[in-house]
């Protein structure tokens, strides 16, 4: 009991250090909540404060962004980057460009990146940035001349023993070699590793755009084969439209699976015989159209409107949109038509009752901060070949994403044994996260 009153009071202390961030203090919880037995086989994290340490981010910058849009109108926007921890290696996270990001969301993420990065197994730190930008309706110039505003303030506090920035929402390609074009301009220097996300053409890396969908689908896999079952013959659902849910498809397809529900902010679409990757890529990555559109290039399917994509009933659940999106409704829907796994590609998509109704109701759950962890993995194997001047093939990065991906379930699935909870990844996925990042702070010394 003291140790749970210890714990609630680390909790409490960082609700009422950082007021209103209400993502933020989700995430902590949830990692909180499942460390009781790591202090108590640990007592010199304890004594060392490791956890009060590792809620507080190393540094934290907030700045102006101010650009003129292609009326010439000047516009204000607001940029972040939370650099949280970097035991384990430079800082590493993505920027998010969305008009919902304030501190609370960046600090949550760049939290949640700590743990996920840490399972990787790979040298690399936790961050988050991004702004309250919104891409969306804006055109080339308007959304190059916000990037070059960005980087010009960002550039200072990056780089690639520093902080290494990837993309996130709002911020693919286009975005990010935007952002590199003006470092670059800035320094005077060709500093490939200190952005990851890059085009090929300039040192970016195979499967970097697939990776966080193919990972959180290999992750998934790991998980089914350890019930003897695999995605072959599986209806899927997959949330969300952008770059993980289009990969998720891509390779559920490839492994046997069939999604028969993606969507968007408009609404649903469901197809039966299972939806047609190519139409996807056409409709969202070249002509940027909305989900409904579908519907005019395969006329089986049907489209519903503000529809909730959990009420398709299905084998697995991919929740690849945004924070929150599977309440503990939605997943009492999902158990009762019969879904058996549920991974987490975007990050956090679960509410804590909806995690609670898939444990408790013996579905295989694979949390973001591992089952999305793909993404990082191949950030970081961009890292290596800039490094090392090289550019690996697709099948060769693919494969090493392959393997970190087992190795991650593998780091959680044998936490969770150790530590009595057998199967419970979440539980898993904290601790063995925890646990790395925690011994190399205490390496450090008090820093």
Known sequence: MAMVERLEAIYQDVVKRNPGEVEFHQAVKEVLDCLG????????FTDAKIIERICEPERQTIFRVPWQD????????????????????????????????????????????????????????????????????????????????FMTELWRIIGEHTDIPAGDIGVGGREIGYLFGQYKRLTNKFEAGVLTGKGLVYGGSQVRTEATGYGCTYFVEEMLKGKKNGFKGKKVVVSGSGNVAIYTLEKVHQLGG???????????????KGCNIETIKQLKEVERR??????????????????????????????????????????????????????EGANMPTTPDGVQVFLSGGVLFGPGKAANAGGVATSALEMQQNAGREAWGFEETDAKLHQIMRNVYQLCSEAADEFGSPGNFVVGANIAGFIKVARAMSAHGLV
């Not at 743990?115 to 988050?128: C, D, H, M, R, V």
């Not at 989900?291 to 398709?312: L, T």
């Not at 084998?315 to 796994?341: F, H, W, Y």
Request: net charge positive.
């Open 37 to 44: 037995p790591v202090l108590v086989k640990y007592p010199d």
């Open 70 to 149: 292609d009326r010439g109108q000047v516009q204000i926007n607001r940029g972040f980057r939370v650099q949280f921890n970097s035991a384990l290696g430079p800082y590493k996270g993505g920027l998010r460009f969305h008009p919902s990001v304030y501190l609370g969301i960046i600090k949550f993420l760049g939290f949640e990146q700590i743990f996920k990065n840490s399972l990787t197994g790979l040298p690399i730190g936790g961050a988050k940035g991004g702004s309250d930008f919104d891409p969306k309706g804006k055109s080339d110039n308007e959304v190059m001349r916000f990037c070059q505003s």
């Open 258 to 272: 069939k999604v028969v529900a993606m969507s968007d902010s408009n609404g649903v679409i469901v197809d039966e």
């Open 290 to 343: 909305r989900i409904k559109d579908y519907c005019d290039y395969h006329r089986h399917a049907k489209f519903i409107h503000g529809g909730n994509i959990w009420d398709v009933p299905c084998d697995v659940a991919m929740p690849s949109a945004t924070q929150n999106e599977i309440t503990g409704k939605d997943a009492r829907k999902l158990v009762k038509n019969g879904c058996i796994a549920v991974g």
